[in-house]
Nanobody
Framework: QVQLVESGGGLVQAAGSLRLSCAASGRTVSSYSMGWFRQAPGKLREFVAF????????DYAVSVKGRFTISRDNAKHTLYLQMNNLKPDDTAVYYCAALNTGTHYLPSTWKNWGQGTQVTVSS
């Protein structure tokens, strides 16, 4: 069983930056693909970023490409999301996910989820 705990969310002004972290338990998590999703009020959970088990493969949603960077430190069992040039539309609860079994931008293909961390971007 994998447990995921996100941190680093908060309130930031537009054009500001935040760095989210996701601490993962379980020795095998280093061999899992991982990802970030977000969900705004009244909207479906949407894909943000993906990273393969060794960091060689990454992918981003079009809306965040060039502004967000996903990375991982397998020695620390931690996933990161560096978010720069934040916009009010980035306001959402951000979730990390581990162990993907299919198309990585679909939430239904992920096996493990964290509880989420709130990111609020003011204009």
């Amino acid at each position: 069983q994998v447990q995921l705990v996100e941190s680093g969310g908060g309130l930031v002004q537009a054009a500001g930056s935040l760095r989210l972290s996701c601490a993962a338990s379980g020795r095998t998590v280093s061999s899992y693909s991982m990802g970030w999703f977000r969900q705004a009020p009244g909207k479906l959970r949407e894909f943000v970023a993906f990273i393969g088990w060794n960091g060689a493969s990454v992918d981003y949603a079009v809306s965040v490409k060039g502004r967000f960077t996903i990375s991982r430190d397998n020695a620390k069992h931690t996933l990161y999301l560096q978010m720069n040039n934040l916009k009010p539309d980035d306001t959402a609860v951000y979730y990390c996910a581990a162990l993907n079994t299919g198309t990585h931008y679909l939430p239904s293909t992920w096996k493990n989820w964290g509880q989420g961390t709130q990111v609020t971007v003011s204009s």
